[in-house]
């Protein structure tokens, strides 16, 4: 009896394992040029995550430069024109933690 425990326990967790899904990240955007003072809405199409960590880069004196979010969408109204970046890294645990994917878009805000 002992014997077959142990046989369906490891049957049990080579299944678990075998069964992990792979995480993924994945920004949608509706476009890659936008207007000043127009909202602009990013939303994440990640797969099995947990956490978000959204980062942007742009010109000197864009405020967005020194913003982060943990939201699944974002909206910003920019300010500044000039070329941006965005990076998307999701987590496979709540609080940034975990396994971690990343994926980096770039725009123009004209």
């Known amino acids: 009896m002992k014997k077959l425990f ?3 326990m490891l049957v049990s967790i080579s299944f678990l394992y075998s069964c992990k899904k792979e995480l993924t990240a994945c920004i949608d955007l509706d476009g890659y040029v936008f207007k000043t003072g127009t909202p602009v809405t990013f939303t994440s199409c ?3 995550e947990l956490s978000y960590d959204w980062r942007m880069t ?3 004196d864009a405020p967005e430069n020194l913003k982060g979010w943990s939201d699944r969408v974002i909206t910003n109204t920019f300010t500044v024109t000039g070329a941006y970046s965005i990076t998307l890294n999701t987590y496979s645990k709540f609080s940034l933690l ?3 994917a990343s994926v ?3 725009f123009t805000v004209n």
């Open 58 to 60: 742009g010109p000197i």
């Open 98 to 100: 975990g396994e971690k």
């Open 104 to 106: 980096t878009l770039d």
């Open 6 to 8: 142990t046989i369906l």
């Open 46 to 48: 990640s797969k099995n």
